[in-house]
């Protein structure tokens, strides 16, 4: 499927995806939503915003016709915040907190934490990180909650990780370890 | 021939049967829908009242939808007509044609003044 929508056209559409997610309108559903609006558009030249609105009361619309009834956004926040989500969350921070101050101090030739050594904390500290990362990822991928939206045309997913966004979520951390290291070896 | 705009709240009343009705002559997808309407005098009717239409008719089970593939471009979602929606459609239109006399013949009969 090749892009089809300029820049301002195809922000209109992310704009509606995100408020169809937040009505909780099924992800099989926005793909069909999404490829309406691409079709009509395509083929009566107009911007998706003259034929379809604003992307919110858009949104709205297709949510009241499919019998979907609003929800607040505090309900909603709640409903979508498990506590495993909310462990997890915790974890990564202690993880990467434990990484940091492992990676520092191992640096700086001290001992770390409690008067551990540097290493282990360092060591113990990654491994808590890579299984969240890991049980992030794999929730992204396939959990219940993933509700991928899909091109019916293709089957595609019509929102896919991108390489850039990939590097990007796992650089920045890997950068900022990189200068606690950094910081670590400056302190001696 | 000039744009026809007919009150909204009439629109809203009829426009779901009438595309039922657009539907019921074959499969057909929403460009070719809002094309139909306009040229039965209905007034040019929009992507984003049109399309929430087709899905609350889908969702009822009165029309189905595919997808077939454009010769160019993203293709096209045919709408067509089930069972279910056959009969919808001549019940409701008949009752529609006796609602619509009605309200004509009260509409044209002699105001008498008080």
Request: overall charge neutral.
């Amino acid at each position: 499927m090749g892009k089809v929508l300029n820049s301002t056209e195809q922000a209109w559409c992310d704009d509606l995806l995100l408020r169809l997610r937040l009505r909780d309108v099924p992800g099989t559903r926005i793909g069909e939503v999404l490829a309406e609006v691409e079709s009509h558009v395509a083929e009566t030249g107009e911007h998706p915003r003259e034929a379809f609105g604003p992307p919110r009361e858009y949104a709205d619309q297709v949510a009241d016709a499919l019998g979907i009834r609003p929800v607040g956004t505090w309900a909603w926040v709640r409903g979508s915040l498990g506590v495993r989500d909310l462990l997890v969350a915790v974890l990564t921070g202690l993880g990467g907190f434990a990484t940091a101050e492992g990676l520092w101090s191992l640096a700086a030739g001290d001992r770390s934490l409690f008067g551990l050594p540097a290493w282990a904390v360092a060591a113990a500290g990654a491994l808590v990180l890579a299984a969240c990362t890991a049980r992030f990822v794999l929730a992204a991928r396939r959990g219940d909650d993933a509700d991928p939206v899909l091109d019916p045309r293709t089957g595609a997913d019509m929102v896919p990780f991108t390489r850039k966004q990939v590097a990007l979520l796992a650089g920045l951390p890997v950068l900022l370890l990189a200068m606690t290291v950094v910081g670590g070896l400056l302190s001696r | 021939m000039t744009e026809e705009r007919w009150p909204g709240e009439w629109m809203r009343g009829v426009l779901s049967l009438c595309v039922l009705r657009v539907v019921a002559d074959g499969p057909t997808y929403g460009y070719a829908i809002a094309a139909r309407l306009a040229e039965a005098g209905l007034g040019s009717v929009k992507g984003g009242t049109l399309y929430p239409i087709l899905t609350r008719l889908e969702a009822e089970g009165l029309v189905s939808s595919s997808w077939a593939a454009g010769e160019a471009g993203p293709g096209r979602k045919f709408f067509t007509l089930t069972a279910a929606g056959g009969q919808a459609l001549h019940e409701r239109a008949a009752q529609w044609r006796v609602f619509t006399e009605r309200a004509a013949g009260l509409l044209a009969s002699p105001s008498v003044p008080a």
